[in-house]
């Protein structure tokens, strides 16, 4: 072993992220074999021993992609062979990742690290034994507990792996395994579980929770330990979030023998869809995808005032697409946009931010969302298309934001952009040539859609071969364009920029890249099929392109070297390039695995206990039901629980806490919000942890790439994500952001009114606009982006939408109402476990000939009692029932929609008061603009 295999390097990523920062202080940033090292400790595993070993640790990585596309693909129906259900191929997805964490990630030997990894294994001992009612013997489980501790004393050393490791390896995946090969008999006695079932559970549980710790860091283990504890001593909690506590067996059944939680739907998501999606970006990447998006966003906009630093957002955005990652994603962008950035003015705290903001807004960008998109689809119940169509606009808005935050960055410290290699035409031609492009990228996807429309029912089972052929022969011309070209090469970051690429020749070299995407985007969103099987077909195409992009670019380009030798070292290439992504997208999936099996057993305790419930009574109590203060404090939740935690396990568990108290609190305050703005809600605050000090773990990342200090470039991270920040908020409140409920010219019209509102957020919060903003100017443009962004809330004090009734006007208001319009009803009435609860009721109001026709079709039938009206009966599965009513309910107001002006007029008032900012700040800016007005001003140049 080297000297170096004795110092920490995995696990407590908080610990590393120190350890990053020491050896970044005063040398600018990590070297590159530093940078991968911090990349693999934090997403892959850093541990690859050499020889055999080394060798297994691959082959099984390569084994579980293969094992994904064998599932996600129709081979195993066609020839009636290896069809797994659901719970079998989560159990052998989790038996891989097991095997991985404890083969490629050693454990953490600081005396933090090892506290907890000694603790947890003593904690969950005591708790199981503290269960045990069911005459189970339990002096085995002690002895689970200290072997697992032994195992950890006993050390964990980098360049090999020991004996010990290799059994907890294959333990922990023969765990998994169990209710694969177990599966009929376990079928037979769910609900009874047997000795065999405590000791497989018990042991599981350790190892999963050991697991985390080494590749997740504490965090995760932390949170999924407590609440363990918390389903065995609910008893003795206090009295708001108490509850009678589960049994030993109460909890093996439910977290390790049923799907309910370990191996629940998060598990399922990461096997049915995450896995492939992160296995096309580690493909796509490997392919040169990744350095082809840099150099297309050098290109376009590296001229321009802070250009490396607007290139950085443009590609992080794109490699966001892709990536399930915000580190890899800071790392791999960062190590070419931060120097660059540097150079042209920014600090290194500035730089790191920018990277951070930029790569953390990657995880909110769909189709893909670090995977969140997928299990929205599942815990929401909607179409992904819809997840996608939702999450748009507020993505798009919030990175068209952070361009023009990097913009007033370069204009406050006067900035230039890099030189670039050609001298551009007139702006008229320029402009042509834009909506020339538009015009012919438009027409391109009219007539894709026109001919699959008629290929389809042309060619019927046959149509897959034709659609096949005609991508080869789009890909085989787009390959031909790109050997016109020189080939990209990977710039070193350090060297001097003379001049940028040229963006025509840059963009021709690698358009054959997008292929695979507009397959992945054409299934999903035309043919609509599963997120699973459009991943697959998206993968298997990218896997043809690597496989023949170097030969065939060696056949077009014609060298002098073209030949046998040629053309089998250009194979070999690719083969090695395919192999080398599939043990990519595997690795990168160890911890994602790892993550939605723990993230499962919070699921499972919060489904078991009804701890949402207690959670929503405690925001309740201090919010005093205010909705403001519930909506911040869930936020300020969602933000603490998403400390320290990967996307995909973050949204999980904000998700499963946080989202039913905004539903159950929001309803009983009058805010009616679709699920999906809920769930939006809670995942973009939990995304937030990763740039927010002191876990912040991307921008510890990026300190690292920077030199900086990880502190301060958390803190102006997080200030250049305010606008990430205020989304939330706005959508809660005008769902119009999401697309819900809005045609398509309603819908472009809310995207540039919404892109304008950020704009002026991001200038008031940065301190300038045309010029430096006084204090006033700051409070108007927050008060002009947030009329813009809703503007019904002053229109609604000048003309109320609703008019509040007596409940005994109830059937005459419904009469009176427009079909299709929004009736909202106030109701008091009782929970689930009897207490008495307030709550608003909306009720579209369907087609009938006076009020009781439309009650009728309502399914709601009432008695009145004076000016008391009770709801009598409420018909099974109808409007009503689906609203919330039920029996005996008692209706406190009515709410009757009233004629009112358009809620758009407030536009024109908003509009004169930003003319007169616009008209003062241009004055006190004076006729000199750019570096004339900023040396005025005391600027200096970059």
């Known amino acids: 072993m080297s000297e170096n295999d004795d110092k920490p390097k995995t696990g407590d990523h908080q610990f590393e992220a120190s350890r990053v920062e020491m050896e970044a202080a005063g040398r600018g940033g990590l070297s590159e074999a530093e940078l991968d090292e911090l990349v693999a400790s934090s997403d892959t595993g850093a541990r690859t021993p050499p020889g055999a070993v080394g060798r297994i640790i691959l082959v099984t990585a390569l084994c579980w992609s293969l094992f994904q596309l064998w599932i996600a693909s129709p081979i195993p129906f066609v020839l009636g062979f290896g069809i797994l259900n659901d719970t079998e191929s989560r159990a052998i997805h989790l038996a891989f990742a097991l095997f991985l964490a404890y083969m490629a990630y050693p454990a953490e030997r600081s005396p933090f690290q090892l506290g907890l990894g000694l603790v947890v294994p003593v904690l969950m001992a005591v708790l199981f034994m503290v269960g045990s009612k069911s005459g189970v013997p339990v002096w085995w489980i002690p002895l689970v507990g200290l072997a697992v501790i032994a195992c950890i004393l006993l050390g964990s050393p980098k360049a090999r792996v020991p004996s010990w490791e290799?059994?907890?390896?294959?333990?922990?995946?023969?765990?998994?395994?169990?209710?694969?090969?177990?599966?009929?008999?376990?079928?037979?006695?769910?609900?009874?579980?047997?000795?065999?079932?405590?000791?497989?559970?018990?042991?599981?549980?350790?190892?999963?929770?050991?697991?985390?710790?080494?590749?997740?860091?504490?965090?995760?283990?932390?949170?999924?330990?407590?609440?363990?504890?918390?389903?065995?001593?609910?008893?003795?909690?206090?009295?708001?979030?108490?509850?009678?506590g589960n049994t030993m067996s109460e909890v093996v059944n439910h977290q390790w023998i049923?799907?309910?939680?370990?191996?629940?739907?998060?598990?399922?998501?990461?096997?049915?869809?995450?896995?492939?999606?992160?296995?096309?970006?580690?493909?796509?990447?490997?392919?040169?995808?990744?350095?082809?998006?840099?150099?297309?966003?050098?290109?376009?906009?590296?001229?321009?005032?802070g250009g490396p630093a607007k290139a950085a957002v443009v590609s992080s955005a794109m490699t966001g697409l892709i990536s399930g990652s915000s580190i890899a994603n800071?790392?791999?962008?960062?190590?070419?946009?931060?120097?660059?950035?540097?150079?042209?003015?920014?600090?290194?705290?500035?730089?790191?931010?920018?990277?951070?903001?930029?790569?953390?807004?990657?995880?909110?960008?769909?189709?893909?969302?670090?995977?969140?998109?997928?299990?929205m689809v599942e815990y929401v119940g909607i179409p992904y298309f819809d997840v996608v169509k939702h999450a748009f606009v507020p993505a798009t808005i919030s990175y068209i934001a952070l361009v023009y935050i990097v913009h007033l960055e370069a204009l406050k410290a006067g900035m230039k952009g890099l030189p670039r290699a050609y001298v551009p035409g007139p702006l008229v031609r320029r402009l042509i040539g834009f909506l020339l492009g538009f015009i012919l990228i438009a027409a391109l996807g009219f007539a894709l859609r026109e001919t699959m429309g008629w290929i389809r029912p042309t060619f019927g089972d046959a149509s897959s071969y034709v659609i096949f052929a005609l991508l080869t022969a789009a890909y085989i011309g787009l390959l031909y364009v790109a050997s016109r070209e020189e080939p990209l090469e990977m710039d070193d970051p350090n060297a001097q920029v003379t001049q940028l690429p040229l963006p025509g020749p840059t963009v021709r070299s690698g358009l054959h890249f997008l292929l695979p995407v507009v397959v992945l985007v054409?299934?999903?969103?035309?043919?609509?099929?599963?997120?699973?099987?459009?991943?697959?077909?998206?993968?298997?195409?990218?896997?043809?392109?690597?496989?023949?992009?170097?030969?065939?670019?060696?056949?077009?380009?014609?060298?002098?070297?073209?030949?046998?030798?040629?053309?089998?070292?250009?194979?070999?290439?690719?083969?090695?390039?395919?192999?080398?992504?599939?043990?990519?997208?595997?690795?990168?999936?160890?911890?994602?695995?790892?993550?939605?099996?723990?993230?499962?057993?919070?699921?499972?305790?919060?489904?078991?206990?009804?701890?949402?419930?207690a959670l929503a009574n405690v925001v309740e109590v201090l919010s005093g039901g205010?909705?403001?203060?519930?909506?911040?404090?869930?936020?300020?939740?969602?933000?603490?629980?998403?400390?320290?935690?990967?996307?995909?396990?973050?949204?999980?568990?904000?998700?499963?806490?946080?989202?039913?108290?905004?539903v159950t609190l929001g309803q009983q305050n009058g805010l009616i919000v679709p699920l999906i703005a809920v769930h939006l809600f809670v995942f973009y605050f939990g995304i937030m942890a990763d740039v927010t000090p002191p876990v912040g773990l991307a921008s510890f990342a990026a300190a690292a790439v920077s030199g900086g200090d990880p502190i301060r470039t958390g803190i102006i991270a997080f200030f250049y994500s305010l606008r990430t920040a205020a989304l939330p908020f706005l959508f809660i409140f005008n769902t119009d952001l999401l697309l819900i409920d809005v045609d398509w010219i309603h819908g472009i019209f809310?995207?540039?009114?919404?892109?304008?509102?950020?704009?002026?957020?991001?200038?008031?919060?940065?301190?300038?606009?045309?010029?430096?903003?006084?204090?006033?100017?700051?409070?108007?443009l927050l008060v002009i982006a947030f009329a813009i962004f809703r503007p019904g809330f002053f229109m609604d004090y000048i003309y109320p939408p609703y008019e509040d009734l007596p409940p005994a006007r109830f059937e005459e208001a419904l009469g009176n109402a427009e079909p299709g319009a929004s009736l909202r009803l106030r109701i008091a009435g009782v929970n689930d476990i009897g207490d008495p609860i307030e709550f608003s009721a909306v009720l579209e109001?369907?087609?009938?000939?006076?009020?009781?026709?439309?009650?009728?079709?309502?399914?709601?039938?009432?008695?009145?009692?004076?000016?008391?009206?009770?709801?009598?009966?409420?018909?099974?599965?109808?409007?009503?029932?689906?609203?919330?009513?039920?029996?005996?309910?008692?209706?406190?107001?009515?709410?009757?929609?009233?004629?009112?002006?358009?809620?758009?007029?407030?536009?024109?008032?908003?509009?004169?008061?930003?003319?007169?900012?616009?008209?003062?700040?241009?004055?006190?800016?004076?006729?000199?603009?750019?570096?004339?007005?900023?040396?005025?001003?005391?600027?200096?140049?970059?």
């Open 330 to 375: 800071v790392v791999t962008t960062g190590t070419f946009t931060i120097p660059l950035m540097k150079k042209v003015g920014f600090s290194s705290e500035k730089a790191g931010a920018v990277e951070v903001a930029s790569s953390v807004n990657g995880q909110i960008m769909p189709p893909v969302m670090g995977a969140a998109a997928f299990l």
């Open 845 to 942: 109001v369907p087609e009938g000939a006076d009020g009781a026709a439309k009650m009728q079709a309502l399914g709601i039938e009432t008695i009145q009692n004076g000016e008391e009206v009770i709801i009598d009966n409420v018909a099974f599965d109808s409007p009503a029932e689906a609203a919330g009513l039920d029996w005996d309910q008692r209706i406190l107001t009515v709410r009757a929609p009233q004629p009112a002006p358009s809620k758009y007029w407030i536009y024109i008032p908003t509009a004169l008061i930003l003319a007169l900012v616009v008209w003062l700040q241009t004055m006190r800016a004076g006729p000199g603009t750019g570096a004339a007005r900023r040396e005025g001003e005391g600027v200096s140049h970059a």
């Open 166 to 244: 290799w059994t907890m390896a294959i333990v922990a995946a023969l765990c998994s395994l169990y209710i694969f090969i177990f599966y009929d008999s376990i079928s037979t006695r769910i609900g009874r579980p047997i000795t065999q079932d405590f000791v497989v559970a018990v042991i599981g549980l350790m190892l999963l929770l050991e697991a985390t710790r080494r590749s997740l860091g504490p965090a995760l283990m932390i949170v999924a330990s407590v609440f363990l504890a918390y389903t065995f001593l609910g008893p003795y909690m206090p009295g708001i979030i108490a509850h009678k």
């Open 750 to 780: 809310v995207f540039i009114t919404a892109t304008l509102a950020m704009l002026l957020f991001a200038a008031a919060t940065q301190g300038w606009f045309l010029t430096r903003n006084k204090f006033w100017e700051t409070i108007v």
């Open 258 to 305: 049923t799907t309910e939680g370990v191996f629940g739907i998060a598990l399922g998501v990461s096997s049915k869809f995450v896995f492939l999606f992160v296995l096309f970006g580690a493909l796509l990447d490997k392919a040169g995808a990744g350095n082809y998006f840099i150099k297309v966003a050098f290109s376009l906009m590296g001229h321009l005032r």
């Open 626 to 662: 205010n909705l403001m203060a519930i909506l911040f404090l869930t936020a300020i939740l969602s933000l603490i629980l998403g400390m320290g935690l990967p996307t995909t396990a973050n949204y999980i568990v904000v998700s499963a806490l946080l989202a039913p108290v905004i």
């Open 522 to 613: 054409w299934a999903l969103m035309v043919d609509r099929l599963s997120p699973g099987l459009s991943a697959f077909w998206a993968t298997a195409f990218m896997i043809f392109i690597i496989l023949t992009q170097r030969p065939l670019m060696v056949m077009m380009r014609g060298t002098d070297n073209t030949g046998i030798s040629s053309m089998t070292a250009a194979m070999r290439s690719g083969v090695g390039d395919l192999i080398d992504g599939l043990i990519s997208g595997a690795r990168n999936m160890i911890g994602i695995g790892i993550a939605t099996a723990t993230a499962g057993i919070i699921v499972g305790v919060v489904s078991q206990t009804g701890v949402g419930s």
